[in-house]
């Protein structure tokens, strides 16, 4: 039996590819499957198909996804994702969903980012969601056991083998012993360690980093984190909420509290159709040197533009805040911050198959790394749940099937065990939520959009005693369930991806893609490594393979003339 953690986009692709093997596989999630944060994406999905564009080519997406990345992203991986695209989004066809089509039935595409050619392909503005209703969809098909409000806390690892996982039901506390041949890794990554972050408050709190590095497996560019330029900042408990970025591409305009149109300061070329890290890059800086509003944001505008165009081309802006804020964007700005959105680092893997340093272990989507470097091309993420889904379901698979044995651990178990009872008896003075709202406000305060030496110092002496106050936690379950506990565990896994992303920004000394240093504002060639981290070895330097001739010829400057750049 193969287990799958994570039963977003990337969990249920490699489960359905379980499942059609005929290999026994179990998915668990602690959110319900048909609202995973897959299907929060609104943009679009990546795959050369040439609908559109007849001499685009999946050499020359990889040429684009390589120059996105700043040359951080591992070839390889990029090659198996942009040859595999095409099948990715054969296979989401079979299974029944419903692309945005020519009217001569053509899968339509758009241009999404920088990408050379139009080969983003969408479902409205709700394509994640509609990938994760075909994909939960086919999985019921499929007979596919699968349990949502089962928090995951440990894996079982012997002799540097895994053999399943621990667990508890978030309403009533169950403790799951799930014995498997293989276990799958698609929880997501860490943005949930900031302030404000695109994420709900209880998912990318960074569990996959814990499980995987407290198993064995190590970490790969941690501090690589996308920052999406505008997040709402109110309400409190949506701070961080995306206000999607086709309010610039319709015409939206940024100002800030003085009304400079400031973008013209920054990218007066592009001005508000300017590249994400630079947008955010820009609006972090205005707040920074005292020109932000009153809750420390800038104003995104839209007022100007027909009522008609705002409900038809910005429907869901429109209706978000009308429903957080009783704001009426057609006659209003919007109050926006940048807000951290996609961890383009994760767990390392090897770029064939997905495998970790532990046998039988695989990560896959935001839990792992490889694809996207120092700046995530718009739309890859989507793609690339679909091609490693299928990718590591076979290799698990095989995995699964090569076994004459399985050893087991009952140290290994009593320790998860005990783990979970401890946290149970603690009745210690610190609460658990104020230690999260703590380390969030470290994280934003010294590894956000800008960071230097100082900062992250200060960043890491921060984190440092939010650790020894942790020692002393209470944990309190009550009538309405467990989620104190689970709250607890997030706490333990943040910690540990934040110390994870400090050291690996405070390593990485110049400024490249989405990490900005203000005191190595110049990119280092000799940087040009990825940064693995481990708390036992600390961080090491990775050479990257070199590119491929046949796509290197084709990594040009992209114009993005009339295009919103992501």
């Not at 290999?23 to 944060?37: I, M, N, T």
């Not at 996207?372 to 698990?396: C, D, K, M, P, Y």
């Not at 995995?399 to 401890?422: C, K, Q």
Request: glycine share 10%.
């Amino acid at each position: 039996m193969v287990l799958v953690i994570g039963t977003g986009g990337a969990g249920l692709r490699a489960a359905i590819e379980l499942a059609e093997a005929g290999v026994d596989v179990l998915a668990v999630g602690k959110r319900p499957k048909e609202d995973a944060h897959t299907a929060l994406a609104a943009g679009g999905i990546n795959a050369a198909l040439s609908t559109m564009d007849p001499e685009d080519s999946w050499q020359q997406h990889a040429a684009d996804t390589l120059k996105e990345s700043y040359l951080l992203a591992d070839p390889r991986t990029t090659q198996i994702v942009t040859q595999g695209a095409a099948r990715g989004i054969d296979d989401l066809e079979r299974y029944g969903m419903a692309f945005a089509r020519e009217e001569d039935g053509r899968i339509s595409q758009r241009f999404f980012g920088a990408h050379k050619f139009r080969r983003t392909a969408f479902a409205g503005d709700y394509t994640g969601l509609e990938i994760q209703r075909t994909l939960v969809g086919r999985a019921g098909q499929l007979d596919i056991p699968v349990l949502d409000g089962v928090y995951i806390t440990r894996l079982l690892v012997h002799d540097g083998a895994v053999f399943g996982a621990y667990g508890f039901d978030l309403t009533d506390g169950t403790r799951y012993l799930i014995h498997a041949d293989a276990v799958i890794l698609a929880a997501g990554g860490h943005t949930r360690i900031w302030r404000r972050t695109s994420s709900r408050r209880d998912e990318n709190t960074g569990d996959s980093f814990r499980l995987a590095v407290e198993a064995g497996a190590r970490l790969r560019d941690p501090e690589l984190v996308q920052f999406h330029p505008s997040g709402i900042i109110e309400p409190e408990n949506a701070a961080g909420t995306l206000v999607s970025e086709a309010a610039r591409g319709e015409g939206g305009i940024l100002r800030n509290a003085l009304g400079e149109r400031f973008m013209s300061r920054y990218d007066p070329a592009r001005m508000e159709l300017s590249t994400r890290d630079r947008v955010a890059l820009a609006s972090y800086t205005e707040i920074k040197e005292g020109r932000g509003t009153p809750n420390g944001g800038v104003w995104l505008d839209v007022s100007h533009l027909p009522r008609q165009t705002i409900m038809t081309r910005l429907p869901r802006v429109y209706q978000t805040l009308l429903d957080l804020q009783m704001l009426d964007i057609t006659r209003d700005p919007i109050e926006i911050a940048p807000t951290a959105h996609y961890s383009m680092g994760g767990v390392w893997v090897r770029p064939e198959d997905h495998s970790t340093d532990v046998r039988g272990l695989y990560a896959i989507g935001e839990a792992s790394s490889g694809l996207h470097g120092a700046n995530r091309l718009g739309g890859n993420s989507l793609i690339e749940l679909l091609v490693f889904g299928r990718i590591t379901g076979q290799a698990a698979a095989a995995y699964s099937r090569s076994l004459t044995a399985h050893t087991r651990s009952a140290s290994a178990t009593a320790r998860a065990r005990a783990e979970i009872d401890d946290l149970l008896a603690a009745d210690g003075p610190e609460n658990v939520r104020a230690l999260q709202r703590a380390l969030r406000n470290t994280m934003t305060e010294h590894a956000g959009v800008v960071r230097n030496e100082e900062g992250l110092r200060a960043g890491l002496a921060e984190l440092s005693e939010i650790e020894k106050r942790m020692e002393k936690v209470g944990v309190h379950p009550d009538i309405a369930g467990f989620q104190d506990l689970a709250h607890a565990f997030d706490l333990l896994s943040a910690a540990l991806a934040a110390r994870a992303t400090l050291e690996a920004a405070l390593e990485r000394r110049e400024t490249r893609g989405c990490h900005n240093r203000s005191d190595y504002p110049d990119l280092d060639p000799a940087l040009r490594v990825n940064l693995v981290w481990s708390p036992t070895t600390g961080i090491t330097h990775e050479s990257i393979p070199p590119v491929p001739d046949e796509i290197a010829s084709l990594m040009e400057e992209v114009s993005t003339e009339g295009k919103l750049a992501e």
